[in-house]
Structure formats: C-alpha cells, structure tokens
C-alpha cells in the first residue's frame, strides 16, 4: 500500500499546502476567465456567485470551528491519551455528515425560500434558478464535510491531503467545458460537487487504513472548558458571517452585475489568502498548539513573529502593486467575450480596497491562532464582537451615502480599530507575545513597498500605453527592482531569506 498520507514535518507540509493550493488557484482563473467569456456579469451570475459567497461565508464559519476550537481540543486529549481525542472528532464527523443531510433536503425542498430571506433577488429570478439553488445546498454540505476531513489529517500532520484541492477546480473546468454551453453555468456547480464527494470517498478510507481510525466511538459530553470556548468561537464567527453577508445583501438589491463584479475582485483578492494566508498560518496553528501546551512562551513568540514577517513580506507587494494597476489587471484577467468596460470599471473599484483586506488577513489570522492555541476565546469574545459590531453598524451608512463600493474602506477603517482591541487583549492575557514589535515590523514592510511604487507610478502616469499587458509588465519589472534594493538596504531581504532556508 502506498502511503500517501504519512507523516509530514511542518515546513513541508506548508510547502505542500502552499503549491497544491496554487495549482487550485491556477484552473480556478481559467475558470472564472471562461464563466467571465461565457456568462458575463448578469442577473443570472449574479444568483450563481451570490450562493458561492454564502457557502464560503458558511464553510468559513465551520472551519474556524474546527481550527480554533475542535482540533486544539482534540491535540489536547490526544496528549493525554493515546487517541483521546478520536471520540470528540468522531461526534463532529457524525455532525457534519447530519448537516450534509439536512442541507441536501432542504435544497430538494425549499430552496427558494430560504434564499429570498438570505437575499434581496425578486422572486421570479430565484424561481429561473431552482436548480442551481438545490444544487447549491447539497454543494454546501458536501464541502462542509470534505473540509472537516482534511482539518483531522492535518491535525495528524497528513498534509498531502492538499494534494486533492486542484480537483475543486479541475472538475468544475471539464463540467463546464463539456456542458457550459447547454447546461449552464449550473455545470460548474455539478463539478464542484463531484470533487468534494471524491476526496470524501477517500479521506475516510485512508483514515481507515493509516490511521486505524475506529468511527464508532463517539464523545457525547465535552468538557466544560471546551463547551465554553466552542460557544464563544462561533459566537464571534456568527458575527463575523453576519458581518460578511450584510454588504452582498444590501448588493443584491442594487443594479445588476454588481454581485458578479464583487466576485471577480474576490477571485483576485482572495487568491493570495488561499494560496499562502490560509495554508502557511495552518500549519502554524498547529506549531503555536503544540508550544501553548508545553507553555513554551519563547517558542511560540519567536513562532509568531517569524511567520507573520514572512507573510508580509510575501504579500505586501501584491496588496500594493495589484490596488495601484487594479483596473489593468482586470482588464488583463477578465475584459473579453461578455465582460465589458463597465465590468472592469465595477470590478476595479471594489479590488483596490479588498487588497487591503487581504493585507489585513494576515495578522488577523496570526492573532486568532495565538487566541485558539493558549483557549482563551472565551475571554476574546467580547474584543472581537466589538470590532465586528461596528462594521455592521457602519456599512449600511456607507453604502447608503458613498455607494456600493464604500464598504471595502469601512472594513478597513474596523480593522485599524480590531488591532488596537487585540493589542488590549493580548497586554493582557498574552503579555510575552511582542505584539507591538510585530506591527511596526509590519508598518516597516508597508512603507518599503510604498516607496518602491513610487518610479513605477511614475511611468504609469507619463510612459504607459493603453496595452494592459504591457503596461502591468513594464510596471511590475520597475515596482520589482526598486523593492529588492529597498529591502536589502532595511534588512527585510535578509530576513526573509533566514525565514525560507529555515522552512526549506
């Protein structure tokens, strides 16, 4: 038997996640450059990406379930006991797999109306979209449990589970190819289906076979501590989804295409999370896990700091080079068949603050994990709720005085202010953490980046042509090398080469 799932040491499991996760990122833009060919941004896309958004608003909330409270759990029971935390995991497999069933009848039975209450699309247009909303539902709950499966390997340090992400693009690619033109853009969601129930089918099996997973065990009482901080992680990610549903609510009421054009900003804007964000702070998670439960204050400080300079690093000169040329990426990734100037107008605007929102995710992300791994979300809930609550009660101001595009710089403006909430919080219960070093090590990074760009606005605005391409190119050759001499005159590249030769 081939051991595909073995045991995999941190640095390579990042590796792993990182490169599987890029090749899904890679299909997933041919994707929404042939669905961008095909369908445009229309009244019936806009159904179509609405639910994606509203599934990956739910699958959000779950995973962080999963990572902030059930698997550190889980690795504390573990190190109690041999396979102590197996009845605890196997409760929530059976919970998973009874919220699949629920969603797949609901979506059989009553799509539309749970969809006219979770948005603001007239009836008639949900009505021309039954199939693709019951489809939707059974979508959700196979995700749900697809993305379970793979938090418990990887808990196991299993990390070549990532290597079946690219099948949640793949398919979705060979679906549309062979029946978008029939069928619809319904066909993406036929193949998304399809590949999630794939890697259900064989994550549980290798759990069976390397892992020597018994699924009958079952943890019908969990310990207090733990009941106490599960609630408050999903009270702060229920604010947290409230918080992202409202603004495409409040979209979904205003002119047509607005939902799509959100949509392709998101593709772009997201991409650096999923590709990097997300997997590098995973395998991190669990690193800052491990030094909480030996209270090993020193390691988990140095692993803090390290990861999230070496997030910056990476990600500052996308956050700043894509908001500056948003409107000639769009037009380089999008502008043909059915996607017009107007689109790109649309999707520019909304890409150039989400940028920042993605520069943001990362010590966003690093907090939260310090959070989970020393389980103190129940004292965090009131410090995150607080940051959450006043996006909600700005963004219906925003929108209704600056337009559909203002609620991407009140997210920012929240998260200015969630910092400084954190840093309260973290005095407090995470004093040893360097908190404050680890921002102006950040604000140093930004302010490198910002000085990089500087010549190639430059030639922007007095040199560059109308060829997107070109332009992009010649800018980002410029942006490039003004950024390496830069960073190896502050020190940065030095640091960030340590950081990689210590993960290779």
């Given at each position: 038997?081939?051991?595909?799932?073995?045991?995999?040491?941190?640095?390579?499991?990042?590796?792993?996640?990182?490169?599987?996760t890029l090749?899904?990122?890679?299909?997933?833009?041919?994707?929404?450059?042939?669905?961008?060919?095909?369908?445009?941004?229309?009244?019936?896309?806009?159904?179509?990406?609405?639910?994606?958004m509203?599934?990956?608003?739910?699958?959000?909330?779950?995973?962080?379930?999963?990572?902030?409270?059930?698997?550190?759990?889980?690795m504390?029971?573990?190190?109690?006991?041999?396979?102590?935390?197996?009845?605890?995991?196997?409760?929530?497999?059976?919970?998973y797999?009874?919220?699949?069933?629920?969603?797949?009848t609901?979506g059989?039975?009553?799509?539309?109306q749970?969809?006219?209450?979770?948005?603001?699309?007239?009836?008639?247009?949900?009505?021309?979209?039954?199939s693709?909303?019951?489809?939707?539902?059974?979508?959700?709950?196979?995700?749900?449990?697809?993305?379970?499966?793979?938090?418990?390997?990887?808990?196991?340090?299993?990390?070549?589970?990532?290597?079946?992400?690219?099948?949640?693009?793949?398919?979705?690619?060979?679906?549309l190819?062979?029946?978008g033109?029939s069928?619809g853009?319904?066909?993406?969601?036929?193949?998304?289906?399809?590949?999630?129930?794939?890697?259900?089918?064989?994550?549980?099996w290798m759990?069976?076979?390397e892992?020597?997973?018994?699924?009958?065990?079952?943890?019908?009482?969990?310990?207090?501590?733990?009941?106490?901080?599960l609630?408050?992680?999903?009270?702060?990610e229920?604010?947290?989804?409230?918080?992202?549903?409202?603004?495409?609510?409040?979209?979904?009421?205003?002119?047509?295409g607005?939902?799509?054009?959100?949509?392709?900003?998101?593709?772009?804007?997201?991409?650096?999370?999923?590709i990097?964000?997300?997997?590098?702070?995973?395998?991190?998670?669990?690193?800052?896990?491990e030094?909480?439960?030996?209270?090993?204050?020193?390691t988990?400080?140095?692993?803090f700091?390290?990861?999230?300079?070496?997030?910056?690093?990476?990600?500052?000169?996308?956050?700043?080079?894509?908001a500056?040329?948003?409107?000639?990426?769009?037009?380089l990734?999008?502008?043909?068949?059915?996607?017009?100037?107007?689109?790109?107008?649309?999707?520019?605007?909304?890409?150039?603050?989400?940028?920042?929102?993605?520069?943001?995710?990362?010590?966003?992300?690093?907090?939260?994990?310090?959070?989970?791994?020393?389980?103190?979300?129940?004292?965090?809930?009131?410090?995150?709720?607080?940051?959450?609550?006043?996006?909600?009660a700005?963004?219906?101001?925003?929108?209704?005085?600056?337009g559909?595009?203002?609620?991407?710089?009140?997210?920012?403006g929240?998260?200015f202010?969630?910092?400084?909430?954190?840093?309260?919080?973290?005095?407090?219960?995470?004093?040893?953490?360097?908190?404050?070093?680890?921002?102006?090590?950040?604000?140093?990074?930004?302010?490198?980046?910002?000085?990089?760009?500087?010549?190639?606005?430059?030639?922007?605005?007095?040199?560059?042509?109308?060829?997107?391409?070109?332009?992009v190119?010649?800018?980002?050759?410029?942006?490039?090398?003004?950024?390496?001499?830069?960073?190896?005159?502050?020190?940065?590249?030095?640091?960030?080469?340590?950081?990689?030769?210590?993960?290779v």
């Amino acid at each position: 038997m081939v051991h595909l799932f073995k045991p995999t040491s941190y640095r390579k499991g990042a590796a792993l996640a990182v490169g599987a996760t890029l090749a899904w990122k890679l299909v997933s833009f041919a994707n929404a450059l042939l669905v961008a060919l095909y369908f445009g941004a229309d009244s019936a896309t806009d159904v179509y990406f609405y639910i994606i958004m509203l599934m990956g608003f739910g699958v959000t909330f779950l995973q962080r379930m999963n990572a902030a409270a059930i698997i550190p759990e889980a690795m504390t029971l573990d190190a109690q006991a041999p396979n102590g935390g197996r009845s605890l995991l196997n409760g929530f497999l059976y919970f998973y797999i009874l919220l699949t069933v629920a969603l797949s009848t609901a979506g059989l039975l009553c799509p539309e109306q749970i969809m006219a209450i979770l948005s603001r699309f007239d009836a008639a247009q949900l009505s021309a979209q039954r199939s693709l909303l019951a489809w939707g539902f059974l979508l959700f709950g196979l995700q749900l449990l697809t993305y379970y499966l793979i938090a418990v390997l990887e808990m196991y340090r299993r990390f070549a589970s990532a290597l079946f992400t690219p099948l949640n693009a793949l398919l979705p690619l060979v679906c549309l190819l062979c029946f978008g033109r029939s069928a619809g853009i319904i066909s993406m969601i036929y193949g998304m289906a399809a590949a999630n129930a794939v890697q259900i089918a064989v994550f549980l099996w290798m759990m069976k076979k390397e892992l020597a997973w018994d699924f009958w065990g079952c943890s019908a009482r969990p310990a207090r501590i733990f009941a106490k901080n599960l609630a408050s992680n999903q009270l702060i990610e229920l604010a947290n989804i409230a918080a992202s549903l409202l603004p495409l609510y409040l979209l979904s009421g205003l002119s047509a295409g607005l939902v799509s054009a959100l949509n392709y900003a998101k593709q772009l804007a997201d991409s650096p999370t999923e590709i990097v964000t997300l997997r590098v702070t995973n395998v991190s998670k669990i690193q800052l896990t491990e030094s909480a439960a030996k209270n090993d204050t020193e390691t988990l400080n140095a692993n803090f700091l390290n990861t999230q300079h070496f997030l910056f690093f990476l990600l500052t000169p996308v956050a700043v080079f894509t908001a500056f040329y948003a409107p000639e990426i769009v037009t380089l990734f999008f502008k043909r068949g059915e996607f017009n100037a107007q689109d790109v107008h649309q999707a520019a605007a909304f890409l150039r603050p989400l940028m920042g929102v993605m520069l943001f995710m990362v010590p966003v992300l690093m907090q939260n994990n310090v959070v989970a791994a020393g389980r103190k979300l129940k004292d965090f809930l009131p410090y995150a709720v607080a940051g959450i609550v006043l996006f909600i009660a700005l963004t219906p101001l925003t929108v209704h005085t600056w337009g559909a595009f203002a609620f991407p710089y009140a997210q920012l403006g929240c998260c200015f202010i969630g910092l400084y909430l954190n840093y309260l919080f973290f005095r407090k219960y995470f004093p040893f953490v360097s908190y404050g070093f680890s921002l102006r090590r950040a604000a140093r990074v930004l302010a490198v980046n910002i000085l990089a760009l500087f010549p190639s606005a430059v030639y922007a605005f007095f040199w560059a042509g109308s060829n997107a391409f070109v332009t992009v190119f010649i800018g980002g050759i410029i942006f490039l090398a003004a950024l390496f001499w830069l960073s190896r005159q502050s020190g940065d590249w030095d640091d960030f080469l340590r950081q990689v030769f210590e993960r290779v």
